[in-house]
T-cell receptor, first 119, second 111 residues
Framework: NAGVTQTPKFRILKIGQSMTLQCTQD?????MYWYRQDPGMGLKLIYY???????DKGEVPNGYNVSRSTTEDFPLRLELAAPSQTSVYFC??????????????????FGDGTRLSIL | KNEVEQSPQNLTAQEGEFITINCSYS?????LHWLQQHPGGGIVSLFM???GKKKHGRLIATINIQEKHSSLHITASHPRDSAVYIC?????????????FGEGTQLTVNP
């Protein structure tokens, strides 16, 4: 199993450009997450999904969009990139039991991250 | 929302020393996670525990549910243990699918 795969690993964008960060997992996990990690800060949840067709906002959703059309894929879309979105982005997945279920009791599996710079 | 505090923020040790990293949280939980972030950035789950103690190799994690406190210990530390260690707890029973993460402890083990 490849686990959680994120692409690209690095990207530089100009202000106002848009892009999609790709995330796919092959563990048949129903829960998937997008986090951002700023220097010296903890992981902040952007969006998460408890299953195909269901997405919910996390702590810092502004400026981002997600979709979950399949169990495997959970792309993160940046529209109108801003310097404040310069960060390292991590995708993760885990098992969970239904919406609001106890996925907090399941380990999360992380991708290798995408380092994004907005200039 | 559960608040998570880790201490220390930074820790430097000599090879062979016994390491302790602490984590406190504010709301009762069903499980606590310890993760390791490698110098290259990758994040792996080390432990998930809801009571008592778990051991994996030289790593030991303990939790005291009543005191809302957990510790991660590393015995006979080695330079390859140098990494950021992160504590995480469920954000609350109403949002049991989400984790709140501490800011991490940067550990450097010198040879």
């Amino acid at each position: 199993n490849a686990g959680v795969t994120q692409t690209p690993k690095f990207r530089i964008l100009k202000i106002g450009q848009s892009m999609t960060l790709q995330c796919t997992q092959d563990m048949n996990h129903n829960y998937m997450y997008w986090y951002r990690q700023d220097p010296g800060m903890g992981l902040k949840l952007i969006y998460y999904s408890v299953g195909a067709g269901i997405t919910d906002k996390g702590e810092v959703p502004n400026g981002y969009n997600v979709s979950r059309s399949t169990t495997e894929d959970f792309p993160l879309r940046l529209e109108l990139a801003a310097p404040s979105q310069t960060s390292v982005y991590f995708c993760a997945s885990s098992y969970g039991v239904g919406r609001g279920g106890r996925a907090g009791n399941q380990p999360q599996h992380f991708g290798d991250g995408t380092r994004l710079s907005i200039l | 929302k559960n608040e998570v505090e880790q201490s220390p923020q930074n820790l430097t040790a000599q090879e062979g020393e016994f390491i302790t990293i602490n984590c406190s949280y504010s709301v009762g939980i069903s499980a606590l996670h310890w993760l390791q972030q490698h110098p290259g950035g990758g994040i792996v789950s080390l432990f998930m525990l809801s009571s008592g103690k778990k051991k994996h190799g030289r790593l030991i994690a303990t939790i005291n549910i009543q005191e809302k406190h957990s510790s991660l210990h590393i015995t006979a530390s080695h330079p390859r243990d140098s990494a950021v260690y992160i504590c995480a707890v469920p954000s609350g029973e109403a949002s049991g699918s989400r984790l709140t993460f501490g800011e991490g402890t940067q550990l450097t083990v010198n040879p």
